[in-house]
Each structure stands twice: as structure tokens, then as C-alpha cells.
């Protein structure tokens, strides 16, 4: 059981991330955007493509598993749910990097963005004992085998353009103690450690997670593990990642935090949020029945604060083997079909 709400079922391990697709690079993904059907007669829609560069600067993947769902919809006849999954196809979602062949994954995804003209966004999430040995359970197996996915992260990004969410959960598993103490000296020296290794990098941001608007303890509880961890490094910090929290609590809450560490801006992961937390029965975090999709993911704001809403958590892949959902980070077209649904 997570504590204080602050599981998040990121099923590091089922991303739905396919060495696969790195390793063909980026020539294969991309023709996926630019093929446009077959011209005898083909009536399926068209394929997914890139958001304006302006609004939003981040990579749509034309590979993902929402567009794979709009494919397989369209081939079926099914164009009411094809459009409705189009709303998350054709939105850019964070790639979580697996640790087998990181290097690999890291390069093929930023190369396909830069070829793309737009910016990677990626998630790295393999804290060693991550998530308290819950749905998400893993990580990499010490702190010399943490620095060296670190490495083959950086090296895959390379001078290309990416924005990185770095560990979601890993500072505030130390404050409610759920990742028990005798860890946490380690920890802050690998989160330090891993912003300071990719903010070396020419063109990568990093933003160290910060937990959620929910949490009971709130930013006075936060604010001082953050610093330890290395956040006056990074360029912010990420809030809501995988959770419910509204966009006006999350703003609140990280401009609280904001206060705290110099004024530091931050990202709200919007992908779920649209009709905010759910309030009722056991475990909120996860699956929760009657959400919807957030914001759309922009640099524009309107917040000086708050660099972007993004969409962290992949929308329609499960938190877990709850209220019938699949393993954490499978795919998941019935859940995914309610929250565009309930989109405002």
C-alpha cells in the first residue's frame, strides 16, 4: 500500500517504451508521420502529427501506443473511438527510459524529435529502491548501477534538445520515510549527481520531481529534501506527475514550493487531471473511474512560474492491477477511451 497518497503506478518496467523503436532511430518513426495511406481508395484518417511549434515544442510520437490504437480502431471501422483517441495521439507524452539499452532509447527518441524539429521529453524513473517496492517496484540494483544508466542517458541525448522529469516520487518517498532511511544519504547523492551529469549536457532541461498537491504534508515537508537532492541545479521542478491534483491546486502548491527554493519554476503534468482527484473508496491514485484528460500539453501558460503543462504520465496506460486494470504501464484502450471522453 502506498502511503499518503503518493503512489503513482508508473509501471517503469511496462512503459510500453520498445527498444525496438530506438534502436530503428528515427528514420522509422518518422515515416510513420508521413505516410499518408494508401492512395487506392484508402478512407482510414489521417496519421498523427506534430503540434504547433510555437505552443507546444514537444515531440509527438507517431509510433506511440494511442496512435497504434487509432490505427487499429480505423481499420475496424470504429471512427467514434478512432477520434476519441486521436485526442491522445496526437498529443507529445513523456518516453520513459528503461534501463536495458538506455543509450539506445535515449538516442532514438531525441533524434527522431530533432529530425521532427521539436524537443524530446523523457522520464527517467530507476531510483534504486523505487517506489517502496510497490506497483513499480524496482530500480536499478545499487548506486554504481544508477550512474551508469545516468551515463548512458546523457550519452544517448547527446547536444540534442531534451527536457527530463527525473524521478518521480524518489524525494518524497524519503520524506514520509516509506524508502527507509538507512537510503537516503545515497539517494541525495544520485539525484545530485544525475541533474548535475545531464544539466552538463548543451541543450537538456531537467526538472526533479516534487510530489503532488494531495500529499498530506505539504511544500514545508518538501522544500528542504529538494534542496538536499539538488534542485537549485536543475532549471525547476515537476509536480502531479501521474496524478489527479487540479492544474489550480498543483499551481498552488508549486508556487508554495517556489517560494521556498529561490523562486524555481516547475511543469504540473496535466494528462489526467480534468476533472481532478478522485474522492471516493480506497487507493485514489489508482485507475480511478470518472477522470478526464487535462490542459493540452504548452510553454504558454500564461505563468511566469510555471514553464509548462505536460503530459507526463502516459494517458490510457494502467497505474496497476487495480479496478481491473492491466500491470502498471500497459496499455489500456477502455480506460483510455473514458478519460477523452470526459474531456472538457
Known amino acids: 500500500m502506498y502511503r499518503n497518497g503518493t503512489g503513482r503506478g508508473h509501471g517503469f518496467a511496462a512503459r510500453g517504451v520498445r527498444t ?25 484518417s489521417p496519421p498523427v502529427k506534430q503540434q504547433p511549434k510555437g505552443k507546444d515544442p514537444y515531440w509527438v510520437n507517431p509510433d506511440g501506443n494511442a496512435a497504434k490504437q487509432v490505427a487499429s480502431y480505423d481499420k475496424d471501422g470504429n471512427k467514434d473511438d478512432a477520434a476519441l483517441i486521436r485526442k491522445i495521439a ?25 529530425k521532427a524539429d ?37 550519452k544517448g541525448i547527446g547536444d540534442r534538445h531534451a527536457t527530463v522529469i527525473l524521478e518521480p516520487d524518489a524525494v518524497l518517498h524519503m520524506v514520509d520515510n516509506c524508502t527507509p532511511e538507512q537510503f537516503h544519504e545515497e539517494r541525495y547523492d544520485l539525484l545530485k549527481g544525475a541533474i548535475g551529469k545531464l544539466k552538463s549536457l548543451k541543450n537538456t532541461k531537467v526538472y526533479l520531481d516534487a510530489g503532488n498537491a494531495g500529499w498530506g504534508k505539504g511544500a514545508d515537508s518538501v522544500w528542504e529534501p529538494l534542496k538536499w537532492s539538488g534542485v537549485e541545479q536543475a532549471d525547476g521542478f515537476s509536480v502531479n506527475v501521474s496524478n489527479f491534483q487540479t492544474t489550480e491546486a ?27 482527484p478522485y474522492t471516493k473508496g480506497k487507493d485514489p491514485w489508482c485507475n480511478p473511474p470518472g477522470r478526464a484528460l487535462g490542459e493540452t500539453p504548452t510553454t504558454k501558460t500564461d505563468d511566469p512560474l510555471v514553464d509548462a503543462y505536460l503530459w507526463i504520465k502516459r494517458p490510457g496506460e494502467s497505474d496497476g492491477t487495480c479496478r481491473g486494470g492491466p500491470k502498471a504501464g500497459e496499455w489500456w484502450p477502455e480506460y483510455a477511451l473514458g478519460l477523452a471522453k470526459n474531456a472538457p
Open 250 to 276: 498543483s499551481t498552488e502548491y508549486g508556487k508554495q514550493l517556489s517560494a521556498k527554493i529561490g523562486g524555481k519554476p516547475f511543469v504540473i503534468d496535466t494528462a489526467r487531471n480534468g476533472n481532478g
Open 118 to 154: 521539436r524537443d524530446a521529453l523523457l522520464v527517467v524513473y530507476n531510483i534504486p529502491h523505487r517506489d517502496c517496492g510497490q506497483y513499480s517496484g524496482g530500480g536499478a540494483a545499487d548506486g554504481n548501477a544508477y550512474r551508469a544508466f545516468i551515463d548512458q542517458v546523457a
Open 20 to 44: 525496438g523503436v530506438a534502436l530503428a532511430g528515427a528514420a522509422l518513426l518518422l515515416s510513420a508521420c508521413s505516410s499518408g495511406g494508401d492512395s487506392d481508395g484508402d478512407t482510414s
Open 90 to 114: 496526437e498529443q507529445p507524452v513523456a518516453e520513459w527510459i528503461v534501463p536495458e539499452n538506455a543509450e539506445d532509447q535515449a538516442r532514438g527518441f531525441t533524434e527522431a524529435a530533432e
